[in-house]
């Protein structure tokens, strides 16, 4: 079983900077492909961001390119989301998930409890 919890979320105005954090926990958590996705109300749950157990390989939501940046460090079991030129269509629950490689939210078996993110401006 894998544990994954998030942090880092908040108020920030347009244009600002947060950067979010998951710990993860549990088996073998080193050796999955990490993604970030998040939920505006009333919409589905989108793909942002993913990186491979490595980290050698990044892929981005076309909304997010240039502006967000995936990272982990594996020593010390956690992943980043450093999210720039924050926009308020940004503002969503951002939850981090672990599984295999790709976009689509059936490719992750394990899921964080979501931290709230709210551009205003």
């Known amino acids: 079983q894998v544990q994954l919890v998030e942090s880092g979320g908040g108020l920030v105005q347009a244009g600002g900077s947060l950067r979010l954090s998951c710990v993860v926990s549990?088996?073998?958590?080193?050796?999955?492909?990490m993604g970030w996705f998040r939920q505006a109300p009333g919409k589905e749950r989108e793909f942002v961001a993913a990186?491979?157990?490595?980290?050698?390989?990044?892929d981005y939501a076309d909304s997010v390119r240039g502006r967000f940046t995936i990272s982990r460090d594996n020593a010390k079991n956690t992943v980043y989301l450093q999210m720039n030129s924050l926009k308020t269509e940004d503002t969503a629950v951002y939850y981090c998930?672990?599984?295999?490689?790709?976009?689509?939210?059936?490719?992750?078996?394990?899921w964080g409890q979501g931290t709230q993110v709210t551009v205003s401006s």
């Open positions: 998930a672990a599984g295999d490689w790709g976009t689509r939210r059936y490719e992750y078996d394990y």
């Open positions: 549990g088996r073998a958590s080193s050796a999955y492909a």
């Open positions: 990186i491979s157990w490595g980290g050698t390989s990044t």
